[in-house]
Structure formats: structure tokens, C-alpha cells
């Protein structure tokens, strides 16, 4: 049994997601980072970095691993799938992980900061990190012209890819004209457990298509910048 330890933000669905995908079952402990709970000391105990989401698993007495990227990668070896054993196809799933782990994510991240939660217009940041995030939907773009998933076949990469990118309407960025990554969009919104892992560890309803929803719901967020 795996305890995740998480809140409902694309980070958090990626660890959902993956449990959801691998079918290895776990209990949900809500943390609510709005009020820092995140940095509470029975949490950084477990991840010092003070970082949803968290796993423990207790059948490695009580292993905690933290790091989206890690937990997917500790998940996929423990169940055997979703990550390739050969050494070529492992590297292709890493290497597009790292890709979500240190572009995609990071840039979303920060277009998310200054385009719905800062307390100033700063035009000039928003700019940066939304092109930058449409560049890097432009190389998924690219790529998936020519390949049905990221990797060779449907992996971790994608999972964790498809948690953050879903979610472009929030940042702010446009994915017109991107055939081939709405396709995939698409298409991965149905892939087994996808639909039940971003509802952990509970639905946010309609709030990436709602404005006022968002709009109500950046306003209370903005406390976490402090966080």
C-alpha cells in the first residue's frame, strides 16, 4: 500500500495519475498547502523541500520518496510497467520526463505565478514564460508529428507531460494550430486512470474553463507565493 501525500495541482496528478495508471493502491492524505501544511514538520520529514506531492510505501518500511519525477520512476519499476527495461527505450522515457521536469513544468510554473497569482501586472515576465511555454508545446508539437507518444510507447513521459500541459488555459497559453499535441491531448485524457487521478484528491470542477472560478480561485492561491 502506497500513502501519496498531495493536493490538486498538476504535480500532484502526475503522482495520482501514475497509481491510477499502474492500478497499485494507495491512500490519499490531503495536504493543504494554502495554509502551509506543506511545511509543517511531521511533512518535511518526509520531503524536506517542503514539496507536494510526497509517497511513502509501506511495504519498504515506510520508504517516503519525493520529486514528481522520482516518485513516477519508483512507481513504474515497483509495478513493471510504463518504463522499459532496455536500455534505449529507458533512456527515451527519461529523456522526455526530464523534458516536463525541467522545461515544461518549471515554465508553466512561473507563467502561472505572474499571469494568475502576483499582485502586480508584470507584463514582461507573463510575456517571457507564456512564449516560452508555447515554444516548448511547438517541440511536443514536433515531435508527435511523427510519433504517437513521446516515447516508443505509452509511458511515464506521457503521463507526466499530458498533467501539466492540460492545464494551458490557466497559464495562459494558446496551443492553436497544434495538431498533433491536441491530438495527443486528446487522446490521453482517455487513457486508463487519467480522468480518476486528476480528481485527487479532489475535483476542481470546471475551473480551468470557468474565469470566474479561476479568477475566485487565483485570489485565494495568491497566498501561497509566501509559501
Given at each position: 500500500m502506497i500513502d501519496l501525500y498531495t493536493a490538486p495541482t498538476p504535480n500532484g496528478h502526475?503522482?495520482?495519475?501514475?497509481?491510477?495508471?499502474?492500478?497499485?493502491?494507495?491512500?490519499?492524505?490531503?495536504?493543504?498547502?494554502?495554509?502551509?501544511?506543506?511545511?509543517?514538520?511531521?511533512?518535511?520529514?518526509?520531503?524536506?523541500?517542503?514539496?507536494?506531492?510526497?509517497?511513502?510505501?509501506?511495504?519498504?518500511?515506510?520508504?517516503a520518496v519525493f520529486e514528481t519525477g522520482a516518485i513516477m520512476v519508483y512507481l513504474a519499476e515497483k509495478a513493471g510497467r510504463l518504463l522499459p527495461t532496455d536500455v534505449k527505450g529507458r533512456s527515451r522515457v527519461m529523456q522526455w520526463l526530464m523534458f516536463q521536469m525541467g522545461g515544461v513544468g518549471p515554465m508553466m510554473g512561473q507563467a502561472n505565478v505572474?499571469?494568475?497569482?502576483?499582485?502586480?501586472?508584470?507584463?514582461?515576465?507573463?510575456?517571457?514564460?507564456?512564449?516560452?511555454?508555447?515554444?516548448?508545446?511547438?517541440?511536443?508539437?514536433?515531435?508527435?508529428?511523427?510519433?504517437?507518444?513521446?516515447?516508443?510507447?505509452y509511458s511515464i513521459a506521457d503521463i507526466a507531460n499530458w498533467c501539466?500541459?492540460?492545464?494551458?488555459?490557466?497559464?495562459?497559453?494558446?496551443?492553436?494550430?497544434?495538431?498533433?499535441?491536441?491530438?495527443?491531448?486528446?487522446?490521453?485524457?482517455?487513457q486508463p486512470g487519467m480522468a480518476k487521478g486528476i480528481e485527487v484528491p479532489f475535483s476542481l470542477g470546471n475551473l480551468l474553463e470557468d474565469e470566474e472560478e479561476a479568477e475566485a480561485f487565483a485570489k485565494n492561491a495568491r497566498t501561497m507565493l509566501q509559501k
Open positions: 502526475k503522482a495520482s495519475c501514475t497509481l491510477e495508471a499502474l492500478e497499485i493502491p494507495y491512500e490519499t492524505h490531503f495536504v493543504n498547502i494554502s495554509e502551509g501544511e506543506q511545511k509543517a514538520p511531521d511533512f518535511l520529514a518526509l520531503n524536506p523541500n517542503g514539496r507536494i506531492p510526497v509517497i511513502v510505501d509501506r511495504e519498504m518500511d515506510n520508504l505572474f499571469y494568475r497569482y502576483f499582485p502586480e501586472t508584470l507584463q514582461p515576465a507573463i510575456d517571457r514564460y507564456q512564449n516560452e511555454c508555447r515554444r516548448l508545446f511547438e517541440v511536443l508539437d514536433g515531435h508527435l508529428a511523427a510519433n504517437e507518444w513521446l516515447a516508443d510507447d501539466w500541459v492540460r492545464t494551458h488555459k490557466w497559464s495562459g497559453v494558446s496551443v492553436e494550430g497544434l495538431e498533433n499535441l491536441d491530438r495527443w491531448l486528446m487522446v490521453m485524457r482517455d
